[in-house]
């Protein structure tokens, strides 16, 4: 997986998409208290217990759905192929959908 350093010294061309990128990076760098270089290279995780920071307490069931849905945009953010990546648009579109419909319940 490119980095998004590395994506723009390859095409040389600044996108959204770069951007959109980084801005996964820093979601899930908050959730687990790290860089997800790891998690990356793994690919693949069964929990997000597995991935949580460990050294806050955990968060409450209803907390909980919200940084699932925050891990759930981080990753989509992180496509290897920029085409595969939300936009800004889109991430924020399915953070407040999905945030409204949670609270409803």
């Not at 980095?3 to 820093?26: Q, R």
């Not at 849905?69 to 290897?80: E, M, S, T």
Request: glycine share 6%.
């Amino acid at each position: 997986m490119l980095s998004p350093c590395a994506e723009l010294s390859y095409t040389c061309v600044v996108t959204e998409k770069i951007d959109v990128y980084s801005f996964g990076v820093i979601v899930l760098e908050v959730i687990m208290g790290r860089h997800p270089g790891d998690l990356l290279q793994q690919g693949e995780y069964n929990t997000l217990g597995e991935i949580l920071d460990q050294r806050p307490p955990a968060p409450s069931t209803e907390d909980e759905e919200d940084v699932a849905l925050l891990a759930k945009v981080g990753f989509a953010c992180l496509q290897a192929s920029p085409e595969e990546r939300p936009t800004m648009q889109d991430v924020w579109q399915t953070l407040l959908t999905e945030r409204r419909s949670t609270n409803l319940d």
